[in-house]
């Protein structure tokens, strides 16, 4: 290891993160007794701009008077980006009137470290001029080029940062990825296989977003953070969202967004470590504390060989799966 230790993310189940537009007070009742276990209550994108300022109301309104947290819940807000003329209000109003209900703040479009400090500063000085006792955290969308390029100083940028979520819309509009969806993969970006003779040769989709994905990944591992994958907009596809949600679980992702209810259940199945992976982490942890007590480093379990290294991973897998369990059984 490094003589750099990275502290471990803030341990808070993500494997949901519920997004409702702050226009549709109508939901926030259902969202608050449903299962995801974040919820993010949407100024941004999802509200037209006529609506911004009700929107905004409708926040707070709904933070003080619903029990999000008694009902198992972290609620967060999504302000509007910082270049326009609703952040400061977005912030100033929903953390004065209701930042002791508040667990954290999304900000969307991160392009520099500075976006998150001057961020941290006004809660800072909210928190203090208003006696909120616990830290509000933020959440930070990676979804543009310029954020990508900084994101190693951006993941390092506040000690209230817990994840970086992939915002793959938007940076497929600063990137200008060709494609008009909300994540999924392009039937043009892909390999042929090499030609052989007059055999046919196969197309195999590759996944453009691989390389967001592993930096965003990345960046949180070394920093203490969890790595949250974003929306998948065709909520008719299940399969398509299980297959997305799949390859960023297998990277190292905590969860991913639902953009509609129908989602909420898959993300949380798809992020809850399998239980036959799980039985088989303990099976290691088991097996090396034996070799240990033997004084031996590596051992042979079920045929493969496993050493100090398999300590780490499945330790990993164990706290995810009895910190899920903790939830279900409380
Ligand atoms: C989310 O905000 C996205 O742009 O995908
Ligand atoms: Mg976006």
């Not at 326009?84 to 912030?91: K, M």
């Not at 109003?93 to 998150?116: N, R, S």
């Not at 007059?198 to 592993?214: E, L, N, Q, V």
Request: charged share 25%.
């Amino acid at each position: 290891m490094s003589f750099k230790v990275t502290p471990p993310p803030v341990p808070r189940l993500n494997r949901c993160e519920l997004a409702v537009p702050g226009s549709s007070p109508k939901f926030f009742e259902k969202a608050a007794g449903g299962k995801a276990d974040v919820v993010f209550l949407d100024l941004e994108d999802a509200v037209a701009v006529q609506d911004k300022e009700p929107a905004r109301k409708n926040v707070i309104q709904a933070l003080n008077d619903i029990d999000w947290q008694g009902k198992g819940k972290s609620v967060s807000v999504r302000i509007n980006g910082l270049d326009t003329q609703f952040a400061y209000r977005d912030i100033v109003d929903v953390v004065e009137q209701a930042g002791h209900k508040l667990d954290m703040v999304m900000i969307p479009k991160v392009g520099t470290a500075a976006d998150v400090y001057a961020v941290d500063m006004l809660l800072s000085q909210i928190e203090l001029a208003k006696g909120i006792k616990k830290k509000i955290g933020i959440e930070v969308i990676i979804e543009t080029a310029l954020g990508m390029q900084n994101i190693s100083e951006i993941a390092a940028s506040s000690p209230r940062l817990e994840s970086l979520h992939f915002g793959v819309a938007d940076y497929a509009a600063s990137t200008r990825a060709r494609t008009v969806g909300i994540g999924g993969p392009n039937k043009l970006y892909g390999v042929l296989t090499d030609k052989d003779g007059d055999k046919a040769r196969d197309f195999h989709w590759g996944d453009m977003w691989h390389y967001a994905i592993s930096r965003i990944v990345v960046a949180c591992r070394a920093n203490g953070l969890r790595p949250i994958d974003g929306p998948f907009g065709d909520f008719s596809d299940t399969d398509g969202f299980r297959a997305h949600a799949n390859r960023a679980a297998v990277l190292g992702c905590e969860g991913k967004w639902a953009i509609h209810p129908s989602q909420i259940d898959l993300a949380n199945e798809l992020f809850t470590p399998d239980v036959a992976e799980v039985a088989k982490a303990r099976r290691i942890l088991e097996a090396m504390k034996q070799a240990i007590a033997e004084g031996r480093g590596a051992v042979a379990l079920e045929g493969k060989l496993i050493d100090y290294a398999s300590i780490r991973q499945a330790e990993a897998l164990v706290n995810q799966a009895d910190r899920i369990a903790a939830k279900a059984a409380s």
